[in-house]
């Protein structure tokens, strides 16, 4: 009688093993910098905030919008994306930059203020 109940325990161990195993994809991060395009700066005027937007293709799969000169961070699957940004006030379009995201590792993608 005790064989049977470690045998089956056993045999549940092993059930229950394989219906919780990880499926989770790797990762990998991209980070960078935006500073909007505005010249010279009076002091204390406020700055635009820019929207940071990942594409896979013509697809955004994310987007932030962030102050100037605060960093954004998308952690992503590996693959192959183009990042842009962009400034409602002055209307702005940064030349967008590609990037290559490997699993476990990061890349950093900037856009400096091109209008100083």
């Known amino acids: 009688m005790r064989k049977l ?9 092993l059930v229950l093993a394989a219906c919780t195993t990880s499926t989770t994809r790797p990762t990998g991060v991209v980070t960078g910098v935006a500073n909007p395009c505005v010249g010279l700066v009076l002091a204390g005027s ?3 905030r820019v929207t940071a937007l990942l594409h896979f293709g013509p697809t955004v799969v994310a987007s932030t919008t962030i102050k100037s000169g605060a960093k954004c961070r998308f952690s992503v699957a590996p693959e192959s994306y183009k990042v842009k940004a962009r400034q409602a006030t002055p209307s702005f379009q940064y030349r967008p930059k590609g990037v290559v995201v490997r699993a476990d590792h990061s890349v950093t993608v900037s856009f400096p203020d091109y209008c100083k």
């Open 46 to 48: 406020a700055l635009p």
């Open 5 to 13: 109940v470690v045998v089956a325990a056993v045999a549940m161990t």
